[in-house]
């Protein structure tokens, strides 16, 4: 479903601009909630560069956007896909997982964060790992200019991070990732179908 969505997609500029837009717009959502989840004096080197990368790949995707010959100004409903759901999709995320770790390892406050900043992220770096390859395939499919490789080999640094940062974080961090993951999985097929129906519209 996806592939055929990114083609129709990649097809129409109105449509691709406002995609990069909304790409952009959830790079932007997370780095915003890394920088939330930030203790203001333990706040490591990795999160720091984690950070800084999101709010980098917001800014390179925005920048994309110029390729189309659309330009949009801000991540107003009007200006993204499937508003509601792309808004609504890291949000409920962290909701999701925080409410697991309260549950399950009875978390509180910045251990609270911080946990939640590590699953929620492994989560998101999982799924970049696998939609922006499929991305990138239907745009040189597409003989598109946009690129997205530079974000594809950052993603991949960031999931071997998490992966490491989880490993000190718990002995069964693999047990909570899944959960994050699923809790993830299940907002994913959800947003794409939401994609799907405004896209037929």
Known sequence: MLNTILSTIIADN?????WLNTLSLMENTGARKISASEDPLTVTYIILKH???????????????EKTGVTLPTYAAEYLLAPGSSKYYLNQLDVDVCRYLKTE???TGAELRFAAYLLVTYAIEVRADELYPIYQD???EAGS???VKSIILEEEGHLEEMINQLQHFSPDW???AQKAVGFETKLFNHWVEQLGKEIAA
């Open 174 to 176: 693999e047990l909570h």
């Open 138 to 140: 239907a745009l040189d």
């Open 145 to 147: 200019k946009v690129n």
């Open 51 to 65: 950070a800084a990368e999101e709010h980098r790949h917001a800014f390179y995707l925005k920048k994309q956007l």
């Open 105 to 107: 390892l009875n978390l």
């Open 14 to 18: 109105q449509l691709h601009s406002r």
